[in-house]
C-alpha cells in the first residue's frame, strides 16, 4: 500500500456499498489509519434529510448521527474486519475473501451470527473485499 488519502474513487464506491444496505442511512468516510500494512475507516452513519429532519441544509450534522449503525473496517492484505457495536458489545466480523467468515465477541469468543444486521455486515464484508484489495494493495 503506497497511499496517503482515502482515493476518491474508494470512497465513492464504498458509501454507495453501505448505501445500498442501510438506504436510510447516509455515510461519511473518516481515516483512522493507513500505514503499509493497514487500512482502517470508520463508516459514521447519519439519517437522510428526508427521514428526520426535512430542511436541513448540512446533512452531515451531530443532531442527524446514528450511533447504532457505525462500523469500521480494517483491511490487510488478507483479511476485511468490520467491527460495530451490537447491544452493547463490540461484535467483529473476519472475512478472508473466499466466503469464510467468522464472528467474534468483545472478548475474542467465536459467536453466530448476529441478528438481524449480520447478514448484512457478511453482505457488505463481500462486496467491500475486492475494493479495498484494489485500492490498498
Known amino acids: 500500500m503506497n497511499v496517503s488519502v482515502i482515493p476518491i474513487e474508494f470512497e465513492f464506491r464504498a458509501l454507495q456499498i453501505a448505501a445500498k444496505y442501510y438506504p436510510y442511512a ?7 489509519k493507513l500505514d503499509e500494512y493497514e487500512v482502517s475507516v470508520l463508516f459514521k452513519a447519519f439519517y437522510k434529510e ?7 441544509i448540512n446533512y452531515i450534522n ?25 447491544r452493547r458489545s463490540l461484535l467483529t466480523l473476519i472475512y478472508e475473501g473466499n466466503k469464510f467468515f467468522a464472528w467474534m465477541s468483545d472478548d475474542g469468543a467465536k ?12 453482505n457488505m464484508a463481500v462486496d467491500l473485499y475486492p475494493l479495498t484489495k484494489h485500492y490498498f494493495s
Open 26 to 32: 447516509r455515510f461519511k468516510l473518516l481515516l483512522k
Open 62 to 86: 451531530d443532531n442527524l448521527q446514528m450511533n447504532t449503525i457505525d462500523f469500521d473496517i480494517w483491511f490487510d492484505e488478507d483479511s476485511l474486519l468490520i467491527s460495530s457495536f451490537w
Open 111 to 122: 459467536i453466530s451470527r448476529p441478528y438481524p444486521d449480520g447478514l448484512k455486515f457478511e
Open 50 to 56: 428526508q427521514s428526520f429532519n426535512k430542511g436541513c
